[in-house]
């Protein structure tokens, strides 16, 4: 079975501080694993992607992850928040094999302070 | 290339009725799935087609089918509407099952 729990449904932090977003993941096999964002009113966007090439993934907007296995976690981070930052996060975890399934977070949302 | 589109953009009905929803995906993506996005039960997956079958099926009741047409084209079709069905329906495409997701700007249904 494979699940993904967003430790965090809600992150407050200032503009210009560093964001962090927490997800960990449980997959009896070798995950994808992604991050999307969704602005208000909008469809999701994809932030990046992790599909084991590189632990440290870059994606968009100076978002990276890193893919920790001994944890089990794929934690999104950016060192400094900006207030176009403010939106909801998805972490999803896919599983490339026969009984193939998408599963997504409860997602975060994040709100940037001025 | 243009991205995903998805007709209507916003829609009201009342209960009981039928709605279908339409989604165009990205030009060359064959899979198409379908979202469920609520406050309550946040994203849920509802369905997803590959080449005209669909292949992969959430856990939502018989009232919502779907189909998906040879230039890769999909519908979805909700019946015998109920308040609970008022949603944000989103529709992504893919090159593969579970690859990377391109998203529409969704469909947000409201039943009265």
């Known amino acids: 079975a494979q699940s993904v729990t967003q430790l965090d449904s809600h992150v407050s932090v200032s503009e210009g501080t560093p964001v962090l977003l927490r997800c960990n993941y449980s997959?009896?096999?070798?995950?994808?694993l992604f991050w999307y964002v969704q602005h208000p009113n909008k469809g999701l966007q994809l932030l990046l992607k992790y599909t084991s090439a590189a632990t440290l993934v870059k994606g968009i907007n100076g978002f990276e992850a890193e893919f920790k296995k001994s944890e089990t976690s794929f934690h999104l981070t950016k060192p400094s928040a900006h207030m176009s930052d403010a939106a909801e996060y998805f972490c999803?975890?896919?599983?490339?094999?026969?009984?193939?399934?998408?599963?997504f977070g409860k997602g975060t949302r994040l709100h940037i302070l001025p | 290339k243009a991205g995903v589109t998805q007709t209507p953009r916003y829609l009201i009905k009342t209960r009981g009725q039928q709605v279908t929803l339409s989604c165009s995906p990205i030009s060359g993506h064959r899979s198409v799935s379908w979202y469920q996005q609520t406050p309550g039960q946040g994203l849920q997956f509802l369905f997803e087609y590959f080449s005209e079958t669909q292949r992969n099926k959430g856990n939502f009741p018989g009232r919502f089918s779907g189909r998906q047409f040879s230039n890769s084209r999909s519908e979805m079709n909700v019946s015998t509407l109920e308040l609970g069905d008022s949603a944000l329906y989103l529709c992504?495409?893919?090159?593969?099952?579970?690859?990377?997701?391109?998203f529409g700007p969704g469909t947000r249904l409201t039943v009265l």
């Open positions: 992504a495409s893919s090159l593969v099952w579970a690859d990377t997701q391109y």
């Open positions: 999803v975890v896919t599983k490339i094999n026969r009984d193939d399934k998408i599963i």
């Open positions: 997959s009896s096999y070798s995950p994808s």
